[in-house]
């Protein structure tokens, strides 16, 4: 069974961050999340990192500009049904692989 791919991301301020469905100053710790979903501009999978606020939801990463610049949008599972998701804002080292 190979190892799954995991990327880095490091989480920015941007214009903010909205944590379930309520705007926070605060930018989230970076976090690793295990790639299971990719295309030309998207990436999804599962944040890993177990101290992570996020851990265990589902992530969503969609490229910020037309051309690579390492900036993402990132779009975090709610946590519970009576909870919004989160969205916010992203760096990543690389492209993460689409293939």
Same mark, same amino acid.
């Given at each position: ?16 961050? *909205? ?11 970076? =976090? ?12 999804? $999978? ?7 606020? =996020? ?18 949008? *990132?779009? *975090? ?10 969205? $916010? =804002? ?8 689409? *293939?």
């Amino acid at each position: 069974m190979p190892t799954p791919t995991t990327i880095p991301v490091k989480t920015i301020y941007g214009w903010g961050w *909205v944590i379930a469905g309520k705007p926070r100053f605060e930018v989230p710790q970076p =976090f690793t999340m295990s790639l299971d979903e990719r295309s030309d501009q998207s990436w999804a $999978g599962i944040v890993q990192d177990e101290d992570h606020e =996020f851990h265990g939801r589902r992530v969503s990463l969609s490229q910020r500009h037309v051309e690579w610049s390492g900036m993402v949008n *990132v779009e *975090v599972e709610a946590g519970g049904t009576d909870e919004a998701p989160s969205y $916010g =804002f992203a760096k990543l080292a690389e492209l993460p692989p689409t *293939v």
